[in-house]
């Protein structure tokens, strides 16, 4: 199974900016679909971003299409997720998870390696 580690997260103001990291281990990254997923306080976890093996679709949740950018770097087994005009909402631990197959996916069940999270909070 595969090992993800997360950095990024942070304290930002509204309308900042932020990138998230998550290396992995463990298995053949380009055999891997890779996903960002999202706890708020006192919610589910919920989907916020995908990308394919190749690196070449996306998929995003409505809340944060045109803000948020995944993408992958299959030389260095490394995901990222930009996230731009942060807003208080988006204040919540952001998971990465890796589903192993090619075939993409954006539901959690699907997902089977997760990071242990990283906290990002929006402040007005």
Same mark, same amino acid.
Request: proline content about 3%; overall charge neutral; aromatic content about 12%.
């Given at each position: ?13 509204? %309308? ?9 281990s463990g298995g053949t ?6 996903? /960002? ?15 394919? /093996? ?23 087994? +490394? ?5 731009? #005009?942060?807003?208080?909402?988006? +204040? ?13 996916? +954006? ?7 997760? %990071? ?7 402040? #007005?």
């Amino acid at each position: 199974q595969a090992q993800l580690v997360e950095s990024g997260g942070g304290l930002v103001q509204s %309308g900042g900016s932020l990138t998230l990291s998550c290396a992995f281990s463990g298995g053949t990254f380009t055999d891997y679909t890779l996903g /960002w997923f999202r706890q708020a306080p006192g919610k589910g976890r919920d989907y916020v971003a995908v990308v394919d /093996w190749s690196g070449r679709t996306q998929y995003y949740t409505d809340a944060v299409r045109g803000r948020f950018t995944i993408s992958r770097n299959n030389a260095k087994n +490394t995901v990222y997720l930009l996230m731009t #005009s942060l807003k208080p909402e988006d +204040t919540a631990v952001y998971y990465c998870a890796a589903r192993d197959s090619r075939n993409p996916s +954006t539901l959690e069940p699907d997902f089977a390696s997760w %990071g242990q999270g990283t906290q990002v909070t929006i402040f #007005s």
